[in-house]
């Protein structure tokens, strides 16, 4: 079994829709939660991190994080096509052992259609 | 800000040549800096970790003589791969951290190596 698991989609949704992605995850010690954007034949690019359990929000993206649950999500409101994508989610320990070992899901392919 | 750079950003060679790939932080000091591979539709495999002045730590499968990394200076890193074979061939990203003092890692936009 994987630390993290994602659905790889693709995900497809018309554009004004809201987009929801999640994560699941099986080690109850990760601390740091971070969701990447990925445009093809790209790096991934960082749109929000939380160490915490809650929302945190950043104009039209919310992180959602379920510590208790160990689950995490993302939406993306008012979606555009320039959203299209793929969206990984990764976390972190946050330990001297692990420090910068990144745990990421394999990612989630996003079509926004106008 | 948290700009890093990589070049070349895509790169064709023949097999048996070397390869160096090179990755920059623009705006801030990474203390550490991290290589992945990337093949189509899967997601990042973290081959190596690098601190500036020290030796690399390679991901357990990772031929360090293979991949040879630098990190010279807090803003460059290098990946040299030796003696490249088809196989080699791949998406190569590298990322830097330490702004922040956080563990959030900048990517660069990645090298496409082909090997022909």
């Known amino acids: 079994q994987k630390e993290v698991e994602q659905d790889p989609g693709p995900l497809s949704v018309p554009e004004g829709a809201i987009v929801s992605l999640n994560c699941t995850y099986s080690?109850?010690?990760?601390?740091?939660f971070m969701w990447y954007r990925q445009y093809s034949r790209k790096g991934p690019e960082l749109l929000m991190y939380?160490?915490?359990?809650g929302n945190k929000e950043d104009g039209r993206f919310t992180a959602q994080v379920d510590k208790s649950s160990k689950y995490i999500s993302l939406f993306i409101r008012d979606s555009q096509p320039s959203d299209s994508a793929t969206y990984l989610c990764?976390?972190?320990?946050?330990?001297?052992?692990?420090?910068?070992?990144?745990?990421f899901g394999a990612g989630t392919q996003v079509v926004v259609t106008p | 800000g948290a700009v890093v750079s990589q070049h070349p950003s895509w790169v064709i060679c023949k097999s048996g040549t070397s390869v160096k790939i090179e990755c920059r932080s623009l705006d801030f000091q990474a203390t550490t800096m991290f290589w992945y591979r990337q093949f189509p539709k899967q997601s990042l495999m973290l081959m190596a970790t690098?601190?500036?002045?020290?030796?690399?730590?390679?991901e357990q499968g990772v031929e360090k003589d293979k991949f040879l990394i630098n990190h010279a200076s807090l803003t460059l890193s290098t990946l040299t791969v030796t003696s490249a074979h088809p196989e080699d061939s791949s998406f190569y990203i590298c990322s830097g951290s330490g702004r922040l003092g956080t563990d959030t890692q900048y990517f660069g936009p990645g090298t496409r190596l082909t090997v022909l």
């Open positions: 080690n109850s010690a990760f601390q740091y």
């Open positions: 690098s601190n500036e002045g020290s030796k690399a730590t390679y």
């Open positions: 939380t160490y915490s359990s």
């Open positions: 990764a976390m972190s320990l946050m330990t001297t052992d692990s420090w910068g070992k990144l745990q």
